[in-house]
């Protein structure tokens, strides 16, 4: 189970810190990945990184404005997300699963879901 949070209104340019707490599984097992929605849109990668902590992967839109993490002890992944834009408002999923390197970007990568959080950058 993944249950995410940290998602909220922020004026752009400012920070928000996603969190997602996986309970169940084997979480050091797991690819973690970020992905977010517009209403009527599909849903979009976001961030990834490895089981191993050790590889992270972006999107190109958000490329040295967001860092993603993992933490083994709590089974935790974040995303902290700096300098944001109106067009990254958007619903935030985590999802995890054990995908290939080609499919890390994509949603059948992965086949745990969180809830989704909400997050509305203001101009």
């Known amino acids: 189970q993944l249950q995410a949070s940290g998602g909220g209104l922020v004026q752009a340019g400012g920070s928000l810190r996603l969190s997602c707490a996986v309970s169940g599984g084997t979480f050091s097992r797991y690819g973690m990945a970020w992905f977010r929605q517009v209403p009527g849109e599909e849903r979009d990668f976001v961030a990834a990184?490895?089981?191993?902590?050790?590889?992270?992967y972006y999107s190109d839109s958000v490329r040295g404005r967001f860092a993603i993490s993992r933490d083994g002890a709590k089974h935790t992944v974040d995303l902290q997300m700096n300098s944001l834009k109106p067009e990254d408002t958007a619903v935030y999923y985590c999802a995890a699963g054990t995908p290939i390197l080609s499919s890390l970007r994509q949603e059948s990568g992965y086949f745990h879901w969180g809830q989704g959080t909400q997050v509305t950058v203001s101009s």
């Open positions: 990184i490895r089981s191993t902590g050790g590889y992270t």
